[in-house]
């Protein structure tokens, strides 16, 4: 089975992928993930990635697309995966195209004005990269899970997430057409609890196996 998670900035693709990984045992690949660790580790991709990623801007094109084609080659990918991230330009689908074919698209939806309060009051474990809310937080600095440092991403300083917001409007909201005409794609809202926004795309998910998808 292999998902797209499509999306503004901060909807909650990546918490849904990580569930949608764990009950279909396939890798959830986030590209933000691995550029976050490529910066971290300062290899030549994080360096180049770096300029861009800080100022919300996204990676040229030529780069994200030699690194997904490069991962979802790893045997951990024969079953499917989750892409959470990528494609994220209407290029990087094409090109995606040629290597593989999506057999479901989950769309998440949520307005431009609760994406800014989710990402600016998001913090992000500097360890295992879970995410919180400062509101749920009390104050904590550390994570439940690991006690890992929670930190405020640099992409996500106010300013940041305007810019993020605008590049989703311009290049990233037009795979929403490109895919609809598959007949693959489901719209939720992103703003549904997270039990139920699991449900419902394990329903989305199912349905489309006895199709044979
Ligand atoms: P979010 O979805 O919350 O904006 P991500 O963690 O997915 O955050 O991505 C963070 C940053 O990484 C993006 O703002 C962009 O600079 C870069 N990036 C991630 N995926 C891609 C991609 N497919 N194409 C270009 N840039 C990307
Ligand atoms: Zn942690």
Redesign the pocket.
Known sequence: MKLLFLGPPGVGKGTQAALVAKRYRIPAISTGEILREAMKAGTPVGLRAKTYVDQGLLVPDEVMIEIVDDRIRQGDCAKGFILDGFPRTVPQARALEEICQLDRIVYMTMADEAIVKRLSGRRV?D????THHVDRLKGRTR?E????NLILRKDDAPETVLNRLSVYHEQTAPLVEYYQGTGRLTAMDGAMPLDEGFAYIEGFLEHAESAGA
Do not use: H, K, L, Q
């Open positions: 474990c360890n295992c990269g879970a994570c899970g690991c006690g890992g």
